[in-house]
Every structure is written in C-alpha cells, then in structure tokens.
C-alpha cells in the first residue's frame, strides 16, 4: 500500500490534555510558538484535522440549509471522489464525515499560516447534498467508507489523487487514535508545556470515539528525547503497528 508518510505533531499539558485552560499560559503560548516553527520545519505536503477542531478554526460555521438544497438541485453528485486540484503547494485536510463545516471556498487561510487547498474526508453515508455543496466552493473531498470512515482507504487516496507523500495529523484526539489504531500513523512528535489545569472533559492526544474505535494498548519506540529553548520537554517516538 502506497501512503503518505503520517507524523501526529502535538503540543500538550503535562497531563496529556491538548486545550484547556492551560493553553492561556505564557509557558503554553512560548511553546506554541516553538511547535508552529517545528511544523514549517518538517515541510509536509498536507496538515490534517478532525472534525471538531476544524470546526474551532472556521468559527464553527455550519452550511445553511438553502445552500444545501440549492447546491444538489442545481449540480447533481456523481459517486465517487472529486478533486479541485492536485497541485496545490499544501493541503488542509479535515475529517467531517457528517458534514457539518461550512466552508467558504477551497482555499484556508488560518493565524498567518500558508493559504491551503481544502480536502474533506467523507464517506458514502455523507449526505449527497453537502457533497454539492463542496462541489459548488471548489472543495476537494475524498470518499472512504460506508459510515464509518476507512483511514487505510483515505490515506492511500491522500497519495494517489493529490500526491501527499509527508502528512501531519495535528488532533484532535479523536482523529489522532482513529489513524494511529488503524497503523496509519508512522511517529509521533510531541512537544510538552511544563504546565498543568486540572480541568475536566479536555481533549487528550490520544482519545478513542465510543463504539467506533478499539481499546487496545499501542506502543511506540522513543527515538529522541530534549529540553526545548522554551522550557518543554520533545519526544519524537515511532510507532510500533504502522503498516
């Protein structure tokens, strides 16, 4: 099978959580800084994320219903795949398989970050009509899976229709344990604030969805480990299942 190379690039509490309060600190914001000029650093071809932080960073802007309707009446789907384009200099790569996120256009700008192509994963349950909605923005999807989203099927779609051959999957927990449980993650690189909340219900960087996924201990191999200039600890650790 044919992927792209996937590394799960974090930033965390002490506790393992990846928001929260304790994201508010100048430690957490000093370390921010640190984890943005590690992502350039690794020069990806994409970044990808789940549903809900996408949602966070579009300012959880939602397809009006209109839209949706006039979009299918006017534009019928064609199964399968559709891209908007497979040269883009980088993608923003975003699970939505419900299809919940109301994008614009299929260009992401976000906190001066380079402009990225858009690239939804769905699968066949995704409504046909947020479908054509994408169509209408010029936003690429992939298909892959019933209801369930197929990692291993999106990841090798990820290579062959756009090429991607180095991806960062930067949470949320849920999209992070999805891929890594499915052996689509090949290492983690994970930077960690020397800070801590307490707070409850905070998202973790590993977190399996109730019923879709397994409980099954994975392990990892370390291969660094050092004191960043802003205080935090980096671990870089290779996964043991990636296929």
Not at 103 to 132: D, M, Q
Not at 196 to 210: K, L, N, R
Request: aromatic residues 10%; proline residues 4%.
């Amino acid at each position: 099978m044919k992927r792209p190379y996937v590394i799960c690039h974090i930033l965390s509490s002490l506790d393992g959580k990846i928001n929260g309060p304790f994201m508010g600190t100048e430690t957490a914001g000093r370390l921010a800084g640190e984890y943005g000029a590690m992502r350039s650093e690794m020069d990806a071809d994409a970044w990808m994320y789940g549903t809900t932080t996408t949602q966070e960073f579009t300012d959880f802007r939602k397809p009006e219903r209109a839209e949706l309707e006039s979009a299918e009446e006017n534009s019928p789907v064609p199964d399968g795949d559709f891209v908007a384009d497979d040269h883009a200099d980088l993608y923003y790569v975003s699970v939505d398989t419900e299809g919940v996120i109301g994008w614009e256009s299929g260009e992401f700008w976000n906190r001066g970050r380079a402009p990225a192509h858009v690239i939804e994963l769905l699968t066949e349950g995704t409504p046909s009509s947020y479908k054509a909605y994408l169509r209408k923005r010029g936003v690429s999807y992939i298909v892959a899976g019933k209801e369930m989203l197929d990692c291993r099927e999106a990841m090798e779609k990820l290579y062959r229709l756009f090429h991607i051959e180095k991806l960062l999957l930067c949470g949320g927990g849920g999209a992070d344990w999805s891929f890594l449980d499915a052996g689509m993650v090949d290492e983690l690189s994970l930077v960690i604030a020397p800070v801590t909340d307490g707070s409850q219900g905070s998202a973790s960087v590993f977190a399996g969805i109730p019923g879709l996924n397994g409980v099954s201990p994975l392990e990892f191999s370390l291969k660094e480990v050092r004191q960043t200039e802003g205080g935090g600890v980096y671990l870089r650790c290779l996964a043991k299942n990636a296929k």
